[in-house]
C-alpha cells in the first residue's frame, strides 16, 4: 500500500479544491441577461436601448410591434431599422432577439397571414443582425391539440429553410411541455426551430422548469424567459437558485431575459434589483 505523506495530502487537497474553483468559475459567465422592450414599457420603442444600458443589461430583445403601419409590420421600415442599429452600437447594447408579437393577433395555429408576419420577422431579425425570433403562442394562439401541433410544425417545415438561410433560429414560445414542443421540432424537419423556454409560462402549465431545462439540454433551448409570480425574481413560487444551477449545467451560453412587469414609476429599479439577483446567483 502506497504511504500518504502530509505533503500528498496537503498536495491532493489542493488539487481537489482547485479542481472545484475552476469547475465553479467555469459556471460564473456562461450566459448572458438581457431584457425585452416591452418589460421596459418600451415595446417597440428604440429608446429602450438606453434604459437598457443605464440598468446594466447585457442585450435587448426587440419587438416588432402588434398594429400594422401601411399593411406591414411598425419596425419594417429601413430608417428605423438603420436607426435601431445604430443606437445598438452607440450604447453597445446588442439585440439579443427580436419577437413577431403580430402572431399575437393572427395566430401562426390557423391564420392564413401569421406566416407572412414570421417570413417578415426572419427577414427584419437578419437586418437587425440578430439571430433568435421569438414566436409567441399565447391566448387565442395558444396550443392545446395535437392537430394544433401539428399544423404549426407544418407551417414551420415551410418557414424552415428560410430561417436557415438567413441564420435565424425560430423559437417557440408556448405552455406545451417539453417532450411536446420537441415533437414540434421534429415534425418541422429543421433545425432552425428551437424552443424559447419561458419558466413562468411553463411552471404556471403545471411542468417543473428545472427539470425540463436539464432534459431539454442547451441544443434545443435558443433562448430563456426568467419571471416569477412575485414582484421580483425569487419572491415567487419559483425557486430559482436550482433553476441558474440548471441553465449552467447545461452549458447554456445565449440570453436569458428577465420578463417581468415592473411597478409603475419604478421600472429602472425594479430591473436592477432583478438584473442584481441572477448576476449574484449565477457567481454563488
Known amino acids: 500500500m502506497r504511504r500518504i505523506t ?5 498536495a491532493t487537497a489542493f488539487g481537489l479544491a482547485a479542481t472545484a474553483a475552476t469547475a465553479k468559475s467555469s459556471r460564473r459567465t456562461q450566459f448572458k441577461i438581457g431584457v425585452p422592450d416591452w418589460s421596459l414599457d418600451l415595446g417597440a420603442n428604440p429608446d429602450a ?10 442585450g435587448l430583445q426587440v419587438s416588432f410591434g402588434r398594429l400594422l403601419v401601411n399593411g406591414k409590420l411598425p419596425l419594417d421600415n429601413p430608417d428605423l431599422i438603420a ?8 450604447n453597445g447594447m446588442p439585440i439579443d432577439g427580436t419577437c413577431v408579437d403580430r402572431l399575437h393577433m393572427d395566430v401562426l395555429k390557423s391564420d392564413k397571414a401569421a406566416p407572412r408576419w414570421v417570413s417578415d420577422g426572419i427577414r427584419l431579425t437578419k437586418a437587425l443582425n440578430s ?7 399565447f391566448g387565442r394562439g395558444q396550443l392545446k391539440t395535437q392537430a394544433e401541433m401539428n399544423y404549426v410544425a407544418d407551417a414551420l417545415r415551410e418557414l424552415g429553410p428560410e430561417a436557415a438561410k438567413a441564420g435565424v433560429i425560430l423559437g417557440l414560445e408556448d405552455t406545451v411541455s417539453a417532450p411536446e414542443n420537441v415533437a414540434i421540432m421534429e415534425r418541422s424537419k429543421s433545425d432552425a426551430v428551437k424552443v424559447y423556454y419561458d419558466v413562468g409560462n411553463s411552471n404556471a402549465a403545471g411542468y417543473d422548469p ?3 431545462i436539464r432534459w431539454l439540454g442547451r441544443e434545443r433551448i435558443c433562448q430563456i424567459h426568467l419571471k416569477d409570480t412575485g414582484a421580483w425574481l425569487g419572491e415567487g413560487i419559483i425557486r430559482y437558485p436550482p433553476l441558474i444551477r440548471a441553465i449552467q449545467d447545461i452549458r447554456f451560453s445565449g440570453y436569458a431575459n428577465i420578463e417581468m412587469d415592473p411597478r409603475p414609476g419604478q421600472i429602472e429599479s425594479d430591473m436592477k434589483k432583478n438584473l442584481d439577483y ?3 446567483l449565477e457567481t454563488s
Open 83 to 90: 436607426q435601431y442599429l445604430k443606437l445598438s452600437a452607440a
Open 210 to 212: 428545472v427539470s425540463e
Open 49 to 58: 436601448f438606453a434604459m437598457a444600458k443605464r440598468i446594466g443589461f447585457d
Open 278 to 280: 441572477v448576476r449574484n
Open 6 to 10: 502530509r505533503r500528498t495530502a496537503i
Open 131 to 137: 439571430q433568435v425570433l421569438l414566436l409567441p403562442f
